[in-house]
């Protein structure tokens, strides 16, 4: 079992920074797909970014493209989702995910599908909120 646990959330003006970070703990090894989903009152759960752990191949969702980086430290078993740019539809919780798949080198692509796959049983954090002001 995987445990998630996000933080660098906060209040920023548009055209800011931030970094989020997600933690994971327990059987960490066989989780290689990781994300990050964001979520706003009243809306789906929708995805920013996927990141294949072994292989670091990564996916982008188009209105984050160019803005946000997604990448890993394998020694600390983090992920995290660098910011930039940050606009006011940026603000929403924003939610860590991990699953498992067969693939060796399963990629970006390929992990956004099965995180987003309620069926793959993804692992997910808490969430930590974003707040973008204009």
């Known amino acids: 079992q995987v445990q998630l646990v996000e933080s660098g959330g906060g209040s920023v003006q548009a055209g800011g920074s931030l970094r989020l970070s997600c933690a994971a703990s327990?059987?960490?090894?066989?989780?290689?797909?990781m994300g990050w989903f964001r979520q706003v009152p009243g809306k789906e759960r929708e995805g920013v970014a996927a990141?294949?752990?072994?292989?670091?191949?990564?996916w982008y969702a188009d209105p984050v493209k160019g803005r946000f980086t997604i990448s890993q430290d394998n020694t600390k078993n983090t992920v995290y989702l660098q910011m930039n740019g940050l606009k006011p539809e940026d603000t929403a919780t924003y939610y860590c995910?991990?699953?498992?798949?067969?693939?060796?080198?399963?990629?970006?692509?390929?992990?956004?599908?099965?995180?987003?796959?309620?069926?793959?049983?993804?692992?997910w954090g808490q969430g930590t909120l974003v707040t973008v002001s204009s």
């Open positions: 995910a991990a699953v498992s798949t067969r693939r060796w080198r399963p990629g970006g692509p390929y992990c956004f599908s099965r995180l987003s796959d309620k069926n793959a049983l993804p692992t």
């Open positions: 990141i294949d752990t072994g292989g670091g191949s990564t």
């Open positions: 327990g059987y960490t090894y066989s989780s290689n797909c």
